[in-house]
């Protein structure tokens, strides 16, 4: 039987959710806890591959398993697991559904904070020219990219993907006096491509880069001529959706 499960975690101490042969993972994580509970290895699949030090507070994973879970399998597992990951909801599926290849809808979030907090070093970006950004081009920026359907200039070198396009529903920034945030929701998203976006905002909102370069680089699909990916521990994984309930 297949199972669809809500879960969260903070990634800053995580090499990304993917396993990795030398580092510690999320999923590493998960299935060590699993095979405890069910006593025999169990593979977990998840809806994306966030990088190191990116945090989910919404992401759906799915897993096999003969038979019915135990009524406390939620209480069992989040005893077995580190504080950093949490279960919140599991339920049966379709032995079809999947957890990646069956998600339509992918939200994102960054944070920007104004000044130096040692609360919020793992969970946002100091910018220390925050005050002085140009927040109308910023925005502008941002909404530039729904008229687009392709997006080369955001996507890490010597990625292998079949295709660049990315059907972009909101990309907008929210400001306040102390912190800002970047909001991103689409189908898809290329390897790297949300931190580039945030780091191009903030050259437009700088005057490092021009709307007219980054119109041009988004239609000849090229690189932009100054390029910035910010530090992950300001992206949240925020929201994951499917075309049927579970």
Request: proline share 4%.
């Amino acid at each position: 039987m297949r199972y669809f499960a809500k879960i969260s975690y903070k990634g800053t101490r995580y090499f990304g959710w993917q396993k990795q042969p030398k580092d510690i993972s999320v999923q590493e994580k998960i299935e060590a806890a699993l095979a405890v509970i069910f006593r025999e290895p169990t593979a977990v699949t998840g809806c994306g591959r966030t990088d190191t030090g990116v945090h989910a507070k919404d992401y759906v994973l799915h897993f096999d398993h003969r038979g019915d879970l135990p009524d406390d399998f939620i209480s069992r597992l989040n005893k077995l697991l580190p504080k950093d990951i949490a279960f919140h909801r599991v339920s049966k599926v379709e032995d079809a559904a999947h957890a990646r290849f069956d998600a339509n809808h992918r939200a994102y979030v960054y944070h920007i904070g104004a000044a130096k907090n040692p609360f919020t070093t793992n969970t946002a970006y100091h910018f220390p020219f925050f005050n002085k950004l140009d927040r109308d081009e910023m925005q502008k920026a941002a909404a530039l990219l729904k008229a687009y359907d392709s997006f080369f200039p955001f996507c890490k070198s010597n990625t292998q993907v079949k295709t660049m396009n990315c059907d972009i529903k909101r990309s907008e920034w929210i400001f306040g006096e102390t912190e800002m945030v970047y909001h991103i929701s689409a189908d898809r998203f290329l390897r790297g491509m949300i931190r580039l976006i945030v780091g191009m905002c903030l050259n437009v909102g700088q005057g490092k880069l021009k709307l007219k370069e980054v119109e041009e680089a988004l239609q000849k699909q090229e690189r932009l001529r100054k390029s910035l990916s910010v530090p992950p521990q300001g992206l949240f994984l925020e929201d994951i959706r499917y075309p049927y309930e579970w």
